[in-house]
């Protein structure tokens, strides 16, 4: 492609993209990277006991695009009625990369009427936001969504 | 210090689906930021939320580091007589909070 040339000005352009892209390096090693996909799946296995979970039913609502990642807006229903025999039992949302691939567990019952919840999250890196509806009939149903993040929660210090 | 914002309508129609929603100042730290000097920030978050309706619990959170500061929740409930919603914050470091909101339903 770039035969050798005598062009001092490709070289010193060449020479300054690498420099520009080994400069960005560190700064993405820098975020605390310890939540995995594997972390995330086994998370998962511990609410459903490795039991089956469909996709469908949830609705995960979030912002796809976050320019704030220490304060997410993030809102799970489920459409599922909320009868005494057949209801939503509890929402459970994980992560993919922030430090702990847990978000919260919200335990519900047949009185709230609607199954949705409402919170604020965290996310360190743009990366899959995962919720999971437990129904009283022990079958579990999911949504995922993919966000982008721009300024990560979590990494900066605390004078 | 630490304070609620509750909010619950004051009174509503018996079988109505009502929306209630709740803040509770803390500062959520994750555990996962340093100081300057590179010391790590102890962990100091808010751990459950637990919402109840004359007496019996209609609502419950557990809460993890990614939860935002001053954690927000908005969650449903369907009312059928009039009584009082309690509200309980339980974290780290010994933090312990409850509120109140009464509704009148006709």
Known sequence: MHPPSNSTRRQFLGLAGAAAVLGTAPVVTLRPAEATPERLASAIRNVTGGAAVKTGKVKLEVPPLVENGNTVPLTVSVAHPMAPEDHVSSIHVFNEKNPQPNVANFHLGPHAGRAQVSTRIRLTDSQKVVAIAKLSDG???????????????????VI | MASALINVPARAKRGDIIEIKTLMSHIMESGYRHKASGEAVPRDI?????????????????????????????????????????????????????????????
């Not at chain 1, 079958?139 to 210090?157: I, K, N, Q, R």
């Not at chain 2, 927000?72 to 909101?101: H, L, P, R, Y």
């Open chain 1, 139 to 157: 079958s579990f149903w999911s949504a995922s969504v993919d966000v982008v993040v721009t300024l990560a929660a979590c990494t900066e210090e």
């Open chain 2, 46 to 106: 808010i751990t459950s939320f637990t919402c109840r309706f004359n007496g019996a619990e209609i609502f419950r959170a557990d809460l993890f580091p990614a939860i935002a500061a001053n954690p927000f929740f908005s969650f449903f409930t369907t009312v059928t007589e009039s009584g009082k919603f309690e509200f309980e914050w339980i974290g780290d470091k010994g933090f312990s909070e409850t509120a109140s909101a009464s509704i009148s339903v006709e």
